[in-house]
């Protein structure tokens, strides 16, 4: 299976791409520095950008799936996961690729915590408002473009 995995040099990217390679798929790293990813056999690394739409559609042609994890490296405004998620989606649905996964943040959607206990709401409540505002806002924009995406995805929360 080929695989494009954009976020490719951050620690989860770089444990997808592992794996990937470990299980016999042929992987695409997307990353701004490709001195970030040493070679390695079946591992193909593309320079670009998630904010040009171009270079975007072109990694994601011939590809069968596509796994993002993304994240901005700042916990103020960011619209990293939102511009990179409208570019992705619009280059799959451009080359017909239609598996998305995406790294989430359970924290900024609908249902977290529901299960928790009352002191876990109140300090998922209390993170959402204040250190992790932004990160949790971008999150949910980015999962709500792709819920209406009309592609096969999976979002995979992480515990914050």
Do not use: C, W
């Not at 070679?39 to 069968?64: H, K, M, S």
């Not at 995406?102 to 002191?119: C, E, I």
């Amino acid at each position: 299976m080929k695989i494009l995995i954009f976020g490719a040099s951050g620690g989860t990217g770089r444990e997808l791409v592992r794996q990937g390679l470990a299980a016999g798929h042929q992987v695409t790293a997307f990353v701004r520095n490709p001195d970030s990813l040493a070679e390695a056999p079946g591992l193909r690394v593309v320079q670009g950008d998630v904010y040009a739409t171009v270079q975007v559609a072109a990694a994601i042609e011939g590809q069968n799936a596509v796994l993002t994890a993304l994240g901005a490296r700042t916990l103020g405004r960011s619209d990293l996961l939102q511009k990179a998620s409208a570019n992705i989606i619009a280059g799959m649905k451009r080359h017909g690729v239609k598996r998305l996964i995406v790294l989430g943040a359970a924290g900024a959607y609908r249902d977290a915590a529901k299960n928790g206990s009352s002191l876990q709401r109140f300090f998922l409540q209390v993170l959402k408002h204040t250190l992790l505002k932004h990160p949790f806002i971008s999150s949910a924009i980015q999962q709500q473009q792709v819920e209406s995406s009309g592609l096969d995805f999976t979002v995979v929360l992480r515990r914050v």
